[in-house]
């Protein structure tokens, strides 16, 4: 089994260098923008949708690969932003064009293009939980949409850490899902009783990608909390579901797997006034 969501030590220095006014961006954008470390490369999320791949490659440069329905015709789209370019998934860029390529006005268009495909209500509020607990100490949402080789592209809506005491963290697996989802039954319960088993049985592999996937991202300067060298994770993996909305239609539904799971955690999300 692997699970490779880190950069190699090279690409952690060039991105480092390379991105910082990304980071900046970022940070100031309080959520709505987001950015993801996989294998050796990185995703920018917008609002819980991929708005870009970026994968560093030989002679200062990185490949850059945007949906074509976020980037086609857009201002962005112009020879004078990129080295060169096959489509919408082959743009090449020399790190002195990262700057002006990825430049706020661009990616506030590529944002405007991704608000009207809207991926649903679950998305946003994937994307709310995450906002909302940002720059926290004692959980941290580590990571999204996760998956290995052994899963065979399943996965697992958010992975977080949840802080047991001082750099000991423990993972926990949340799926995530509207009150009104008709996979909020047993099918969900199953789903996440297995990711909880799945990183439980491969824990020395998970606990190795993700104490470096957080030092990494805390020396890119994406997680400020907590003020430490390194952290420890720690057995045992808790799972949770997180339902938000819908509460009457939720309840029957919390209840029912509740009765036939009971030591399932759900928190309830809804927007009683």
Known sequence: MEIKRYLS????????KDFNFLFKL???????????IRDNYFNIYYKGNSLAKV?????????VSI???????????????YFSKKNS???????KQLHRFFQRKHLTEFASRIKKVHNGEEIDFEQSLITDNLNREDFIFIDRQVTDTKLKRKRLDLLALKQVKGNQYKFVVAEVKLGNNGELKSKVASQLDGYVKHINNNFSDYKK???KHFKQKQ???????????NINIIKPVEGII?????????????????????????KQFTNEI
Do not use: M, W
Request: hydrophobic share 35%; glycine share 6%.
């Open 9 to 16: 030590d090279d690409n952690l220095k060039r991105i480092k």
């Open 67 to 81: 949906n074509a329905k976020f980037f086609d015709h857009t201002k962005a789209d112009n020879p004078s932003f």
């Open 89 to 95: 998934e082959n743009i090449i860029l020399l790190s």
């Open 219 to 229: 020396e890119l300067g994406l997680i400020k909390k907590p003020v430490i060298d």
């Open 209 to 211: 990608c993700y104490e």
């Open 26 to 36: 970022i940070d100031t954008s309080y959520g709505e923008f987001d950015f993801a």
């Open 55 to 63: 994968e560093p490659k030989n002679n200062d440069s990185y490949k």
């Open 242 to 266: 997180l339902v938000g909305g819908y509460s009457g239609i939720a309840i029957k539904q919390i209840n029912e797997l509740k009765s036939t799971y009971s030591n399932l955690k759900v």
